[in-house]
């Protein structure tokens, strides 16, 4: 059955063992046996099925140049913060949650990622030959076929908070701050929606690189991609401007607020020794 973003709301907070309000939905739900008292039921969760993430893809290609000379024989999501590589808190986080599909692509020093192999041995790797040369685009350009029901994750994002992750989304969004002020890529919104990407602003959304693309969206996202990408000067796109900009009537994408205390984007050297000081 079709579920209505409140509906939705109760039934994957009682799936996720979350706190919730209850309400006139919710007597809707325990009638027609999707709950039962603040239990959800078999039939609930079938109700939830297709909002359920079928997968994660991490992008992890880059150079992390702005990291060196830490990221000169390490990709960045393998750098270790407090003796924890970077990227394994995001897997963690996923597979507490039930997706254990998890796809990364990679590119520089591309070999190094076979030892997570050793913790994580159902991880499977696609390889981005252009990443020297072009932007993430590429990346998911190599994965474009994967992208219904799938979180999209850059890979040097510190997670202070694994409960941001999530097994179940009612329709696409990004992870997003709210800012007085950012010097970050930014959105604004509409109606709830982003209506506009831009770098800086006040009173905005900073955007966090965590996403995820529900089933119709994916299907659109692999034609929007590959148009993209084919564009004068379009392998020096980001990812998400695909959706965002070039195409943006195509998609409402909401923002799924979190905090700052709850995850940090990792970019350059100086960030890296601000958090862990054992690098300076």
């Known amino acids: 059955m079709e579920l209505n973003k409140v509906q939705f709301d109760i039934l994957s907070a009682l799936a996720e063992n979350r706190n919730i309000d209850l309400n006139e939905d919710a007597i809707f739900l325990e009638e027609n046996g999707l709950i039962n008292g603040l239990k959800i039921t078999q ?81 499977k790797f696609i390889e981005n030959p252009y990443f020297n040369d072009s932007n993430n685009i590429t990346s998911v350009l190599q994965a474009r076929d994967l992208l219904e029901n799938a979180y999209v994750f850059e890979s040097d994002l510190l997670l202070y908070n694994p409960s941001i992750i999530r097994k179940y989304h009612y329709s696409s969004n990004f992870l997003g701050i709210k800012k007085e002020k950012s010097d970050d890529w930014c959105f604004t919104l509409k109606d709830g929606y982003i209506c506009e990407e831009k770098l800086g602003g006040n009173d905005c959304i900073q955007m966090v690189g965590i996403s995820y693309w529900d089933e119709a969206d994916g299907k659109k996202l692999f034609n ?57």
């Open 224 to 280: 929007h991609i590959k148009e993209a990408y084919e564009m004068p000067e379009g392998n020096k796109l980001y990812w998400e401007q695909v959706p965002l900009i070039k195409f943006k009537d195509s998609y409402k994408v909401y923002v799924n607020e979190c905090k700052e205390e709850d995850i940090v984007e990792i970019d350059t050297l100086s960030e890296l020794i601000a958090i862990d000081e054992s690098y300076k």
């Open 43 to 123: 039939k609930g969760l079938d109700a939830l099925e297709p909002y359920r993430v079928k997968r994660a893809i991490f992008l992890a290609a880059g150079l992390g140049e702005r990291m060196f000379p830490v990221t000169k024989d390490t990709p960045k999501p393998l750098v270790k913060v407090f003796g924890v590589r970077i990227i394994d808190r995001l897997i963690d986080a996923l597979l507490n949650v039930g997706i254990d599909e998890i796809i990364i692509v990679r590119g520089y020093l591309s070999e190094q990622f076979d030892l997570i192999k050793d913790k994580y041995p159902n991880v």
